[in-house]
Structure formats: structure tokens, C-alpha cells
């Protein structure tokens, strides 16, 4: 080889490292340079949720609820549990912790609180079904999304909706372990068929709750997500590009709201569907923002609102069901700038990366099958 080869292939080798390629990790054994540290936290954890200043965790385990905390690593039961327990939640004080219940024996579900400065349980609203809660950041009020109905199992063994079903998007006050002044803010009905209302947040401000939602019209599925005030005024919707018809088909699930968060200031939401990342400014006319073409099956904001991060599956088999989402692992863990401008792939887990949490600095908290881990990661300049 020449000399004037040799020289100008290096040349290319430095432009590509240099301007493309620098996001993107290089592993050195099993360990990507995405990971500054990575250590387990805990085994055999069913779901887990990180306290608002990142200190400590209740996890989910066979046993109960634990508290952990991340100073000294000693875990403490909190509540041993007789029932199936999800939907996490907490006050900014990180005071009270509230978390849905299934009682399998009633075939009831309830919202239950905790007082983590005793640990004293208090059992807030039962209901048939409850698809999603939130405490608001102060802790003195609760919003949730309860659903009426009856249903019937057929020959074949399956729970079937009978006639009217409804959803409803409900607030009240907390006051001495006790939901009072509960009010009805939006609700949805269909009839033999489960309304699509699901997923209530309360933005970090506490000003807003937003909902995932989901319209059937002539022209097909209408996927979109919500946002209202606490006193049940200003309701504005948030749709993304419309799907192509789907009328005659199957509601896939890739052309549903499948993830999405809102960012820490309480400005901005970001939101998967449609194998894209949207990103919409929350009060603003403007349409929702394509940031990047991936189907993110999760999204995290970083603590200071200028980037996220995302979960894609790297599954190379099909969906398990045709125009469903790829959930299984091995996963991806991407990072992407606000904008969309700046991305990079962290690294790659094996068995799968869910629940992912981030709430200060660069640490960061997720679930790989029933481990969880904490890493230390590094990442691009917004």
C-alpha cells in the first residue's frame, strides 16, 4: 500500500470516529464505554420505584414491600402482602407512598397509602377496576382512573364486557387517610367494550393531569393523549400524526400512545407511536415533533429536562401478534438530545432493561429479568 493510501485512509478512519461515530459505544470485553459503573442492587425483585431524591427504593418482592436505602443498603419490610401489587407512586416529600392492590379472593382493587414515617397503611378507594393513579407532587390529593361494568365468561372460558362500560378520571382531597370531595373530571363509554382510558399523571408542577386516551371513529383509531386541570377545566388533546385508516382491522397496538413522560419542568411530553418519538409542548397549538424514529417500548427523562433516554427491543423475531409491539429482550438503551440533534446507543442487556428510573446526576435504576441494577453512565454533551 502507498503511502498517500495509507495516509488517506486514516484520514477516513479519524472523520468517521470523529463525526459519526462518536456517540456510539466500544465495548472492551463485556463492558461498554457507555458505563462508567455498573452494580446490582438487589435480587429477586418483582417491579421497584425510586424515591423523588433518588435515596431510597421500595421494592416489590415475594415477601412484600421493602424500603431500601441507597446510603447505607439496609432493607426494612414495610408491608407484607397478601395480594398482587403495581402502580407506583409517590408525594415530592417522599412521605407517602401509594401503590394499586388486587385482591384476587373479592375480585376488587384498591388504592392503598403509606405513610413511610410509621409505615401506617391506609386503604383510599375500591373499585372494580383501577387502570392508573397518581398522588399529586405535595401528597394532598389523588387522581385515578376507575372503570364500571359487568362481565361474563363465555364457553371458551373468557371474561367478555356486557353491555354500558365506563371509565372515569377522578380527583379528591387526602385528608386523615381518607379520599373526600372526590370529583368526576372526564369519563369515556362504549358499549360491550372497554374504553381506552388509561395511565394518569400528575405533572411535576402539579397544575396538569394527563391521560392516555383513545378515540374509534369512521376514519379508524384515534389514539391521543389528554391533559386537564385538577378542578376539571382546560381539557386539550394532544394527537400525533393520524394513523392510516384502520377500519376492518385489528387495533394494533403499534398505532397506540405505547409510551410516553413528561419531561421535569412540566413543559414538554414526549411519547412513542407509530415507531417514532413525538415530542409536543404542553399548552402549545403547535402539532407534536417527530425527534427520532424508533419504537421506544420506554422513555425517561433526565433530571434536568434536556435529554432522554429509551428502550428498544433488539429482538430480531417477529411480534408476537400481528402489529403488536416487540417488547422481549435483549434491549437497547439509547440516549437522544430534546431536539432529536444528538443520539447515541448506550449499550445492550441481555435480558432486558424495564422500569427504568432517573432522578439525579447520572445514575440511573432499571430491572434486567429479576435483578436490579444500578449504572453510572456517561454520556454526550446536550
Given at each position: 500500500?502507498?503511502?498517500?493510501?495509507?495516509?488517506?485512509?486514516?484520514?477516513?478512519?479519524?472523520?468517521?470516529?470523529?463525526?459519526?461515530?462518536?456517540?456510539?459505544?466500544?465495548?472492551?470485553?463485556?463492558?461498554?464505554?457507555?458505563?462508567?459503573?455498573?452494580?446490582?442492587?438487589?435480587?429477586?425483585?418483582?417491579?421497584?420505584?425510586?424515591?423523588?431524591?433518588?435515596?431510597?427504593?421500595?421494592?416489590?418482592?415475594?415477601?412484600?414491600?421493602?424500603?431500601?436505602?441507597?446510603?447505607?443498603?439496609?432493607?426494612?419490610?414495610?408491608?407484607?402482602?397478601?395480594?398482587?401489587?403495581?402502580?407506583?407512586?409517590?408525594?415530592?416529600?417522599?412521605?407517602?407512598?401509594?401503590?394499586?392492590?388486587?385482591?384476587?379472593?373479592?375480585?376488587?382493587?384498591?388504592?392503598?397509602?403509606?405513610?413511610?414515617?410509621?409505615?401506617?397503611?391506609?386503604?383510599?378507594?375500591?373499585?372494580?377496576?383501577?387502570?392508573?393513579?397518581?398522588?399529586?407532587?405535595?401528597?394532598?390529593?389523588?387522581?385515578?382512573?376507575?372503570?364500571?361494568?359487568?362481565?361474563?365468561?363465555?364457553?371458551?372460558?373468557?371474561?367478555?364486557?356486557?353491555?354500558?362500560?365506563?371509565?372515569?378520571?377522578?380527583?379528591?382531597?387526602?385528608?386523615?387517610?381518607?379520599v373526600v370531595n372526590s370529583k368526576v373530571l372526564y369519563f369515556e363509554?362504549?358499549?360491550?367494550?372497554?374504553?381506552?382510558?388509561?395511565?394518569?399523571?400528575?405533572?411535576?408542577?402539579?397544575?396538569?393531569?394527563?391521560?392516555?386516551?383513545?378515540?374509534?371513529?369512521?376514519?379508524?383509531?384515534?389514539?391521543?393523549?389528554?391533559?386537564?386541570?385538577?378542578?376539571?377545566?382546560?381539557?386539550?388533546?394532544?394527537?400525533?400524526?393520524?394513523?392510516?385508516?384502520?377500519?376492518?382491522?385489528?387495533?394494533?397496538?403499534?398505532?397506540?400512545?405505547?409510551?410516553?413522560?413528561?419531561?421535569?419542568?412540566?413543559?414538554?411530553?414526549?411519547?412513542?407511536?407509530?415507531?417514532?418519538?413525538?415530542?409536543?409542548?404542553l399548552g402549545s397549538k403547535k402539532k407534536p415533533s417527530r425527534i427520532?424514529?424508533?419504537?421506544?417500548?420506554?422513555?425517561?427523562?433526565?433530571?434536568?429536562?434536556?435529554?432522554?433516554?429509551?428502550?428498544?427491543?433488539?429482538?430480531?423475531?417477529?411480534?408476537?401478534?400481528?402489529?403488536?409491539?416487540?417488547?422481549?429482550?435483549?434491549?437497547?438503551?439509547?440516549?437522544?438530545?430534546?431536539?432529536?440533534?444528538?443520539?447515541?446507543?448506550?449499550?445492550?442487556?441481555?435480558?432486558?432493561?424495564?422500569?427504568?428510573?432517573?432522578?439525579?446526576?447520572?445514575?440511573?435504576?432499571?430491572?434486567?429479568?429479576?435483578?436490579?441494577?444500578?449504572?453510572?453512565?456517561?454520556?454526550?454533551?446536550?
Amino acid at each position: 500500500m502507498s503511502e498517500g493510501a495509507r495516509l488517506f485512509r486514516l484520514l477516513l478512519a479519524w472523520l468517521l470516529i470523529a463525526g459519526n461515530l462518536s456517540c456510539l459505544w466500544v465495548s472492551s470485553g463485556n463492558e461498554p464505554k457507555g458505563i462508567a459503573n455498573k452494580q446490582l442492587v438487589a435480587e429477586g425483585v418483582q417491579a421497584f420505584s425510586l424515591s423523588p431524591d433518588g435515596e431510597q427504593i421500595i421494592l416489590l418482592t415475594r415477601q412484600g414491600l421493602k424500603k431500601l436505602s441507597l446510603k447505607t443498603g439496609e432493607q426494612s419490610l414495610i408491608l407484607p402482602l397478601t395480594a398482587i401489587a403495581s402502580y407506583f407512586s409517590w408525594s415530592l416529600n417522599n412521605r407517602w407512598f401509594a401503590f394499586r392492590q388486587i385482591n384476587l379472593k373479592s375480585q376488587t382493587e384498591e388504592i392503598c397509602l403509606i405513610d413511610l414515617q410509621d409505615n401506617r397503611l391506609y386503604h383510599l378507594v375500591r373499585a372494580q377496576r383501577i387502570f392508573g393513579f397518581t398522588l399529586s407532587p405535595e401528597g394532598n390529593r389523588l387522581a385515578w382512573i376507575e372503570e364500571e361494568g359487568k362481565m361474563r365468561k363465555n364457553p371458551a372460558g373468557y371474561f367478555l364486557y356486557e353491555g354500558k362500560v365506563k371509565r372515569s378520571l377522578i380527583v379528591g382531597s387526602l385528608k386523615g387517610g381518607k379520599v373526600v370531595n372526590s370529583k368526576v373530571l372526564y369519563f369515556e363509554e362504549r358499549y360491550e367494550l372497554p374504553p381506552k382510558l388509561d395511565h394518569v399523571q400528575w405533572t411535576p408542577d402539579g397544575q396538569f393531569l394527563i391521560f392516555r386516551s383513545c378515540s374509534l371513529s369512521s376514519n379508524g383509531l384515534m389514539p391521543r393523549l389528554g391533559f386537564i386541570k385538577s378542578d376539571g377545566t382546560g381539557l386539550q388533546w394532544i394527537f400525533p400524526e393520524p394513523p392510516p385508516s384502520r377500519k376492518g382491522f385489528p387495533i394494533h397496538e403499534i398505532f397506540t400512545i405505547y409510551s410516553w413522560a413528561v419531561s421535569p419542568d412540566s413543559k414538554s411530553v414526549a411519547f412513542g407511536f407509530g415507531g417514532s418519538i413525538w415530542l409536543c409542548q404542553l399548552g402549545s397549538k403547535k402539532k407534536p415533533s417527530r425527534i427520532a424514529s424508533y419504537i421506544a417500548i420506554e422513555l425517561c427523562w433526565s433530571p434536568d429536562g434536556e435529554s432522554l433516554l429509551f428502550v428498544v427491543s433488539d429482538r430480531k423475531a417477529p411480534p408476537p401478534a400481528p402489529g403488536s409491539l416487540q417488547r422481549n429482550p435483549p434491549h437497547e438503551l439509547h440516549w437522544l438530545s430534546k431536539d432529536g440533534q444528538k443520539h447515541c446507543l448506550l449499550w445492550r442487556e441481555g435480558k432486558g432493561i424495564r422500569s427504568l428510573q432517573w432522578r439525579k446526576g447520572n445514575d440511573i435504576f432499571y430491572l434486567s429479568g429479576s435483578s436490579l441494577w444500578k449504572a453510572t453512565v456517561s454520556f454526550p454533551s446536550p
